[in-house]
């Protein structure tokens, strides 16, 4: 081996690099072309022969990039941890160098790639974090300029370099399989439910009318606002505004914007950056990235905090956001579905919620009855999902007149949901005699307020302060438990020491 000057070396050091460097500037996620050119450039300019990048996969060190290794050898030259010289500097994460590659039984050559020429071989293993990515590795021959310490110095830094680059690289792969299989999730998620008119059960005047303006809106792209008490079907309409839009092949994707924390709702919404939190352990895409080219329903959007409202907006507005401790600009297409039991405009009356919020999302609203105020829908749904139950619980359950007359008349504060879980109850409990009316008590306690539906609906809402309605409503409740005061409250929802409280203030 010739020996270089110093000067000489420091300027073919730095020769190395630059081109390296350059090189993996302009790679554009086309990393195994690029290392390999890496590796030509390390060829060339330190007279190497045989330069190869192994990667470490489950103990398994195998080739990543190479140059003159054709594919066979590339299937054989395989090493595992500790194995070889390649293995051992995997493993003891230093370099390796055997001086003398004609007598050393650490020198396995398993490709069999050598030149008569080649003298030596360098090992150095490439470490991200502590931990080991792969193996660089060289053989250095006769006309090798540079003596072993220099080598492995060099390689050393360029191996760096390179273990930087096939991290970023499996990180940006790993995310992309993350969300490719995200979609396959959400999409077959979705497939597996039928989604369409036929689903939403309704032939009451109120409910043809829903159907009309999902039928006329959905084909666009325009911002819906779903609103109705819970348990109405929000969800179930979101869903079929969804599988009715051009966006029906793209994902749906869901937030429950009242089921988390202030700080999480944005890193949900947004994602976030690595490092951008205490447990953001990695960077994570938002609802709104998964959600682009489909669909994105917010449930309760009444929910939200002022500072996430004012986020939302500038998406709203703009299209765009930043992911939580991030600064790069994402920009996505995304059709937004909102829902919320709560009274919006009172909101925004009391500072609650923002005006401008509101009308964006406010475009087009589609209010959802509650059950009690759908006529015979209720007949239709109960047989509805009377069949579902009886064919998923494989058992026959008939429901008699005069209990059906008890689920007409009952309020079903719960609607439909509340329906759908006591009809399921119906079929576990019942038999094919009928369900009675005494099962119905237990089925539905507050029938034994009877008219419940009458009185609900007939309470005379005009020209009466909301004490007097709390003082009928209290005389009622009191009339109907025989003056018990504790059975009242109950029915009432409120405290026995409240209801004493109420008895006291109304003189009854
Ligand atoms: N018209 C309908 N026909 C058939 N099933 C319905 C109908 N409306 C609602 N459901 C069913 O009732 C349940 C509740 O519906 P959904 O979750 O859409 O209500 P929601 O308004 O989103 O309730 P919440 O406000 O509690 O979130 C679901 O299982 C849904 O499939
Ligand atoms: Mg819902």
Redesign the pocket.
């Known amino acids: 081996m010739k020996s270089e000057t110093n000067e000489n070396l420091c300027q073919l050091e730095l020769n190395v690099l630059y081109e390296i460097a350059e090189i993996m500037a302009a790679s554009r996620g086309e990393i195994v072309l690029s290392l390999e050119k890496c590796l030509s450039v390390l060829k060339k300019n330190l007279d190497l022969d045989n330069c190869v990048i192994y990667k470490l996969e489950e103990d398994i060190l195998q080739i990543f990039a190479s140059i003159n290794f054709n594919k066979h050898q590339k299937v054989i030259s395989e090493y595992r941890l500790g194995e070889g010289a390649t293995g051992l500097a995997a493993k003891s994460m230093e370099p390796v160098v055997i001086e003398n590659v004609h007598n050393d039984i650490l020198f396995l050559n398993k490709s069999g790639n050598r030149s008569s020429d080649t003298i030596s071989y360098i090992a150095v293993p490439m470490i991200v974090e502590n931990e080991v990515l792969g193996v660089l590795a060289a053989n250095l021959t006769k006309s090798t300029k540079i003596g072993f310490e220099d080598t492995v110095r060099i390689l050393s830094i360029v191996s760096s370099l390179f273990a930087q680059s096939i991290y970023s690289f499996l990180v940006v792969e790993n995310e992309k399989e993350r969300l490719t299989d995200l979609k396959k999730y959400y999409k077959m998620e979705w497939d597996s439910k039928v989604h369409n008119f036929g ?4 032939e009451s005047k109120k ?1 043809k009318d829903v159907f009309k303006v999902i039928e006329r809106i959905a084909p666009s792209d325009v911002t819906v606002l779903v609103r ?1 008490e ?7 309409v979101a869903a079929a505004i969804h599988k009715r839009s051009k966006r029906a092949d793209e994902p749906f994707i869901k937030l429950n914007c009242a089921a988390i924390t202030d700080t999480l709702l944005e890193s949900e919404l947004f994602g976030h950056e690595k490092g951008a939190f205490t447990d953001a352990k990695e960077t994570r895409k938002g609802r709104f990235e998964l959600a682009d080219k489909g669909t994105l329903f917010l ?1 309760e959007i009444g929910d939200i905090s002022a500072s996430a409202q004012v986020k939302l907006l500038r998406v709203l507005q703009e299209r765009e956001f930043e992911r939580v401790g991030g600064s790069k600009t994402i920009k996505v297409n995304v059709r937004l579905v909102a ?1 919320t ?1 709560r009274n919006l405009e009172k909101m925004v009356k009391d500072g609650d919620f923002r005006e401008d919020l509101y009308y964006r999302l406010n475009v087009i609203p589609i209010d ?1 009855p509650p059950l009690r105020k759908r006529g015979d829908d209720i007949k239709l ?1 109960v047989n ?1 999902f009377l069949e579902r139950a009886m064919r998923n619980h494989k058992k026959a359950v008939s429901i008699t007149d005069e209990a059906m007359e008890k689920l007409m008349r009952y309020p079903w504060y719960g609607n ?2 509340e329906m ?1 879980n006591t009809i399921e109850r119906i079929v576990l409990m019942g038999d094919e005699n009928g369900i009675s009316a005494t099962d119905m008590l237990l089925l539905l306690p507050a029938l034994k307020n009877e008219n419940l539906v009458d009185e609900y609906n007939a309470i005379p809402m005009e020209n009466k302060t909301l004490d007097e309605l709390e003082c009928e409503a209290v005389t009622k409740a009191l009339k109907q438990c025989d003056n018990n005061q504790s059975k009242a409250a109950k029915m009432l929802g409120i405290t026995v020491r409240q209801i004493g409280y109420k008895v006291k203030k109304y003189g009854l």
Do not use: H, S
């Open positions: 689903d939403i059960i309704g409910m109705g819970t348990g109405t079907g929000k969800e179930l449930d829902a039991n959802l749904l509805f439909v949901r759908e």
